[in-house]
Every structure is written in structure tokens, then in C-alpha cells.
């Protein structure tokens, strides 16, 4: 039985160390009544609270990674219905699937892809997370073989032994150990050789099971049989069946803190057609997915799941930032133009994409201000002359110019005699109110 705010507090150290982010021992025990963090966040927590809390404190959704090392994305761990209620956790994992019959060449190519398939997007590194190897030649060996090459060729991705066969499921999950792959799946009838395999390789293991209560049962299975890491696939195919099992899944786990369906969930959407897929994806990804395996990847499929994946996993309360720094754009030298704008992320890749446009070589001063944009931070009182004197004073960038000159956004034409008092020997020159305008403002000067 779930466990009271009070009653956990009762078995916590009592030091408000704050170690756990909590300001107070209190205030970490409310938190983990609600399901919304996991006990090991408390470093000190006795052996014998951890074993009095014991499923009581588990988070409702299991907390676990895919992969191993630089590729191991985190899973599960969620703990609302919608976005809104207070943000997502982990970003889901963006899988391909490739069959062991494509051939060295054909897995060493796709492998590379998988590898090249980074990009920076308003700061944020974004790739497709996993490679899903399918059991198709029926030639163990060969699949093995197959496994270790894609490990080889794309070191940083996460992996998936699609497999069903025990036999070679086994000899590939030996080979490939050190990755952690998961292993995919355990149905009713392999459970006991498949959970064998991945307790002893310390591998997660998908459960897979045509609707929700045969899933359930063989979930209670599995982590009777002593696999822990458990990965749930209702057998949902359809876009419908997906939205539908996959919110049953959650809300089960969340409302109800019903234990065999309180596990990350994956979804095969795999499709002919590349824009069915990709909209099929997208569905999974909106709901509740935590790994998405796809049969293709392309650059365009990419960026539209990538996009969406980062922003339904941004938190809504807080906007998205960049350092504050100040930024070299296009090799300036002693006499660029310096420009100041404020750190909201897409401020921040606006301005400095307009001046690349217009090939001047300049410098961008990006201010600490919350992530707000310009007029907002300016109206908030985080962008004044007195915080821009200060910030331009202690960046230390007075002594990389020859020209103490400071572009401000036009928006803010108000602050530049305020900004001329108190940058003393500065010129305030005002640039345009809008970006779109910046190329034409700098080469002008
Ligand atoms: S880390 Fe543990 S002891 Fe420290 S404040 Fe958090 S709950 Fe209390």
C-alpha cells in the first residue's frame, strides 16, 4: 500500500542536507508519496528505509536505460498524463530497424547513417538514439555476426536484439553484453528462457503480448522469473491502437499505481510508406512511447520527429536558454561590430542566423536573462542598462575591441542613454527592431 508524505518522513535521515534538491527532508518525502521522483535521489537514506519503503517509494513508471555508457538513453520514470500537468521526463529513443539478411555492407552503411545522424537543433543535440537488429536470416551465427557489426560501426547508438528466437537471441546478447542491449521479446511462452538470458547478461527484456491483460500477467512473470528492467509492447499496430493501449498503459500506471504495467513502453510502427510511418511515429511519440522504432531513416523523417520529440519534452515553465557568452560569428576581428541580445534560445539562433546571413564578421554578446526575449526580459527588469553595464563589463570583451561601440536591439532604443551613462567611454549605437533587418544594418556601417 502506498505510503504517506509523513510516514516516509518518519524513515528519512532528518538533516535537510538538501543532497536530494529538496530544501528539506519534508519536502523530498511529499515529493516521493507523489510518485514524482525516485528514493535513490536521497544519497543517505538507510538500508533499512530503503527496505521498509520498498515498492511503496518505487516511481510509478520504472526508471532504467537503453544502452550503456555515452549511448544509454533513460527511460520511463514519467509521472503526468499531459505536458500541461508539469513537464515530460525522458525523451523517447528513436529506433531503426535493420534485418541481419541486408548484408555487411548494406548493416555497415545503415549503421553509418544511424552514426551521422546528429544534429544541433537550439542547442540541443538530437540523433536517432538505437538501432534495432531483426532476427530475419534464421542463421544464429549469421545474426550474431550481424549484431557485432552494427556495435562496431555505431558505437554511440543504443542497441535492440529483435529476436524471438531464444537460441540465437542468447548468442547475440553474449556477444553484445557490454552495450546493455534490450532484449526483444518475451512472450508468454519463451518468458522463462528469454528472462533466463537477460538476468544472466543483466539485460532489460521487452514483454510482448497481444492486449493489456495478457501483458500484465506476463510482466508479473518476468519479474517473478528476477528480470526487473522490463519493457512493455501491447502488440498496438494501428495509429488508433497505439493512442489507445499506450494511454491505457499510462494511466494505469499513474492513476491506479497498478505495478505490471508501471514500465517504459515501445511501439514497431514500421510502414512501406514513409509518411505513414512518419505519422505513426509522430502518434507514439505524442503518446507515451519511450522507444519508437522506425524501418527507415531519412533527414526530412528525422527532423520532424526530432522536432517534435524535443518540443513535447521541453519544459513548458521554463524557457529554453543558451549560455551567456559572448559569441564569435563569422571570425571577427578587433574592429567587428558588437551586438547584445538576451539568451532565449530562439532570440539567440534568430539573431546570430541573420548575422551569418550577412557574412560581417561580428560579435554577439548573449545576456542571462532567463531565457526571455528581449522586450520581455527588458518590461521583466532582467535587460536594463544597469545589468547590460555590468554584464558587458565582466565578460571582459573591453579588451578584445578597438572600437567601444554596442549595438542594442532596437526594441530597446529607450535604454541607450541610461546604457551610455553607465558604460562610460562606450558608444550605444541602436540596430534595427527586427532581425530580418540585421544583414542590411551591418553591411550599411
Ligand atoms: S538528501 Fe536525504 S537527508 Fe538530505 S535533505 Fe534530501 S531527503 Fe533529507
Redesign the pocket.
Known amino acids: 500500500m502506498a505510503l504517506t508524505g509523513v510516514q516516509i518522513f518518519k524513515l528519512?535521515?532528518?538533516?535537510?542536507?538538501?543532497?536530494?534538491?529538496?530544501?528539506?527532508?519534508l519536502?523530498?518525502?511529499m515529493k516521493l508519496a507523489q510518485g514524482g521522483i525516485d528514493l535513490s535521489?536521497?544519497?543517505?537514506?538507510s538500508e533499512e528505509a530503503k527496505k521498509t519503503l520498498g515498492e511503496a517509494s518505487a516511481p510509478p513508471i520504472r526508471t532504467f536505460a537503453l544502452g550503456a555508457g555515452d549511448s544509454a538513453v533513460k527511460m520511463g520514470g514519467e509521472t503526468v498524463l499531459f505536458r500541461h500537468d508539469k513537464k515530460f521526463i525522458n525523451p523517447c529513443a528513436l529506433a531503426v530497424n535493420l534485418k541481419d539478411s541486408l548484408g555487411d555492407d548494406g548493416l555497415a552503411k545503415m549503421a553509418a547513417d544511424v552514426a551521422g545522424s546528429e544534429i544541433d537543433r537550439v542547442g540541443q543535440k538530437l540523433r536517432v538514439d538505437a538501432i534495432s537488429i531483426e532476427y530475419a536470416s534464421g542463421d544464429s551465427a549469421k545474426y550474431a555476426a550481424a549484431v557485432k557489426l552494427v556495435a562496431d560501426k555505431a558505437p554511440h547508438a543504443a542497441l535492440i536484439l529483435n529476436c524471438r528466437d531464444a537460441a540465437a537471441a542468447g548468442a547475440a546478447a553474449k556477444a553484445v553484453s557490454e552495450r546493455k542491449p534490450l532484449m526483444y521479446c518475451a512472450t508468454d511462452e519463451t518468458a522463462e528462457t528469454m528472462a533466463a538470458i537477460a538476468k544472466e547478461n543483466g539485460l532489460p527484456l521487452a514483454a510482448c503480448a497481444d492486449g493489456l491483460e495478457a501483458l500484465s500477467a506476463l510482466t508479473e512473470k518476468i519479474k517473478g522469473l528476477g528480470v526487473e528492467d522490463i519493457v512493455l509492447d501491447s502488440g498496438a499496430k494501428t495509429a488508433r491502437e497505439i493512442i489507445e493501449n499506450n494511454t491505457q498503459i499510462r494511466r494505469a500506471a499513474l492513476r491506479k499505481s497498478f505495478k505490471p504495467l508501471g514500465y517504459p513502453i515501445i511501439n514497431f510502427v514500421l510502414r512501406d510508406d514513409p509518411v505513414l510511418e512518419a505519422s505513426v511515429a509522430a502518434v507514439a511519440i505524442a503518446k507515451y512511447a519511450s522507444i519508437v522504432v522506425v524501418s527507415s531513416i531519412e533527414k526530412w523523417k528525422n527532423l520532424v520527429l526530432f522536432t517534435l520529440r524535443q518540443n513535447l519534452y521541453t519544459d513548458p515553465q521554463v524557457p529554453m536558454q543558451v549560455e551567456q557568452k559572448v559569441y564569435d560569428i563569422n571570425e571577427p576581428t578587433a574592429d567587428s561590430p558588437l551586438m547584445i541580445t538576451t539568451n532565449f534560445s530562439l532570440t539567440y539562433f534568430i539573431v546570430s542566423g541573420e548575422i551569418e546571413n550577412s557574412k560581417v564578421p561580428s560579435r554577439l554578446a548573449v545576456m542571462d536573462c532567463e531565457g526571455l526575449s528581449v522586450l520581455t526580459a527588458w518590461a521583466a527588469g532582467k535587460f536594463t542598462a544597469a545589468k547590460i553595464a555590468a554584464f558587458i563589463k565582466e565578460s571582459g570583451i573591453e579588451a578584445q575591441v578597438s572600437n567601444k561601440e554596442l549595438i542594442i536591439p532596437g526594441q530597446v532604443a529607450i535604454l541607450s542613454g541610461a546604457l551610455e551613462d553607465k558604460l562610460e567611454g562606450w558608444k550605444i549605437t541602436v540596430g534595427p527592431r527586427e532581425a530580418n533587418a540585421i544583414p542590411t544594418f551591418l553591411k550599411g556601417r
Open positions: 528519512l535521515p532528518k538533516t535537510n542536507c538538501k543532497k536530494c534538491g529538496f530544501p528539506t527532508c519536502a523530498f518525502a535521489a536521497c544519497p543517505d537514506v
